[in-house]
């Protein structure tokens, strides 16, 4: 990957709470991944007083905190200004596709069918509808088109035990439903897919007008190396902010809780900035974004 200027800075954390009335283990994944085209510039994360929260790496490399909620509310902040390229989702394929038998190793378990991406299920609609397709970025690309189109959005329509197969059979879901269908169906191929989850600022486009909130899409593995692509909008972006990635959105929970514990409030947030008006713990003031228009604003 080419070496790009971080020359725009995004907002982005979340405020939650939970309510248990015992204590409750929990993981964690908020943080940003410190990883291509971004920069942590300043971060604060907190799990409430007295919650011991202890960090580690999990399995794909995602930052993951254990804790415990506690008997009444917790709070869970975190809040970030991340420094991010100007350039769109990069397409830019080089090489030819990689034939499964000779993928790197930490690649080959992404061609597997997972709990929500039954790839196995989606054999022969896949072939029938996508074989004709050269193979490669034109096939992904057929197959994010196909997504779009065929799957309708609807806010909150979202079922945390749906997997691909379901959802094309329904013809409508949420952002992490469009990943899983991508994903599942470039799985059919031997083409590793991930799913991935985390902040998507509204840079170079406008405001769709649903409530903020954390953003799946997927990325695909091309020539060498990974490339995103995003079925719910269906066009390269600017400002993603990657949480978290893995084999489906069980990976990719921005909480996994080992109990009962009852969701009071969610708050997400992810918008541009101008860094020498905001620091993170100001309050969150839309007011002061710089995105939510056509014209891409450096700084």
Not at 9 to 23: F, L, N
Not at 191 to 210: E, F, K, N
Not at 213 to 227: I, Q
């Amino acid at each position: 990957m080419e070496w790009t200027p971080l020359d725009i800075t995004v907002r982005v954390g979340c405020d939650i709470a939970y309510e248990t009335s015992v204590p409750t283990p929990v993981l964690f994944v908020l943080r940003p991944r410190l990883e291509g085209r971004v920069l942590v510039m300043q971060e604060k994360l907190s799990f409430g007083i007295g919650l011991p929260s202890y960090e580690f790496q999990d399995s794909h490399g995602n930052l993951a905190y254990r804790s415990t909620l506690m008997p009444g509310r917790n709070d869970i902040f975190h809040d970030a200004l991340v420094a991010v390229s100007s350039r769109p989702d990069d397409r830019d394929v080089r090489g030819p596709v990689v034939p499964v038998g000779q993928l790197p190793s930490d690649v080959l378990r992404y061609v597997l069918p997972s709990r929500y991406c039954d790839s196995d299920k989606l054999m022969d609609f896949a072939w029938k509808n996508f074989g004709h397709i050269p193979n490669g970025l034109p096939r992904v690309q057929a197959i994010c088109d196909w997504v779009h189109r065929n799957i309708e959005y609807r806010y909150l329509s979202g079922r945390s035990d749906l997997s691909a197969s379901e959802v094309i059979g329904r013809r409508y879901g949420v952002c992490r439903d469009f990943a899983h269908s991508a994903i599942a169906l470039c799985r059919t191929f031997n083409l590793p897919a991930r799913y991935v989850t985390g902040h998507l600022p509204d840079i170079g486009c406008l405001d769709p007008g649903t409530p903020m909130d954390f953003h799946a899409y997927c990325e695909v593995y091309l020539g060498t190396r990974w490339f995103t692509f995003d079925p719910r909008f269906n066009v390269p972006r600017i400002g993603r902010v990657k949480v978290a990635q893995g084999a489906d959105a069980v990976d990719g929970a921005f909480s996994t809780i080992f109990g009962e514990a009852r969701l009071t409030r969610f708050n997400v947030w992810a918008y541009q900035v101008d860094p020498k008006r905001v620091t993170v713990g100001d309050p969150v003031d839309l007011a002061q974004r710089i995105d939510n228009s056509l014209t891409v604003r450096l700084g």
